[in-house]
């Protein structure tokens, strides 16, 4: 296993300079710059500040000095946001994104194989099919949809909630960023978990568990779900990634001040450094969490070995 990971870290490098290499070339093809402002500058002004960042360099210079900055963590200046650089913001909004994604991550799994569970034990029943229906209107509402709805519902006519703001993180202010992020996740989880247990409860070996006369509770919880939860488990690298690392829209219309916002001002206004700093971030986590998500496959099923 040690060397396994050890493989996928090693491997993890030339793909993040891949990633980052696309990325830096890719956002200089797209027209404008982070100087073009809508009123535009003296051209004086302009050629001082472009002199300044080095962006009047030759384009594999700037991508050297880019890359040697960035292997010693250093992501540069904000163009648009001069009074910080690009870790500094991170360091502000990271973890408030960090916050909402991993408790919104976390509800969405608990909830997810919870009602994915109930559906696949009433299949054709009921219980299924309001499951089915949840399910269904959750992976289907778009959360700019959803988040205004939460906001009219619970926080205009109810009162029961702040309508935006982080509020210092007071647990109030995050309920409808949370709730917004997760019910689309746990609609896929439900559907997900359904899926899986219906097939897990129609194995060989759950069939003798159950002719052994073990309960239910014992047949489900310690036979079914460890064979079940496997599709969840590789659900949750890339999940992870996209929570973590905040929600544009959600982030956007509950005032967050997470990272979110920061990548669409930064791809707007061509801010260089701050767009790619976000890939790079993005990247970062889904390396590290599909690493993670092969790591569970070891540990929750057996028959799966990296040696």
Known sequence: MLLYVLRRLLTAIPTLFVIVTLAFFLIRVAPGGPFNQERGLSPEIKANLEAEYGLNDPLWLQYGHYLKNLSHGDFGPSYNLPDFTVGELFARGLPISIQLGASALVLALLLGCLLGTVAALNQNRWGDYAVIALATAGSTIPTFVIAPIIQLVFGLSWKLLPVGGWGGGAMLNKIGPVLTLALPQIAIVARLMRGSMIEALRS???????????????????????????????????AAAALLTGSIIVETIFAIPGVGRYFVDAALNRDYTLVMGTVVVIAIFTIVFNLIVDIMYAVVDPRVRYD
């Open 204 to 238: 060989h070996h759950i069939r003798t568990a159950r002719a052994l006369g073990l309960s239910d509770w014992s047949v489900v919880v310690r036979h079914a779900l460890r064979g079940a939860i496997l599709p969840i488990v590789s659900f949750t690298g890339p």
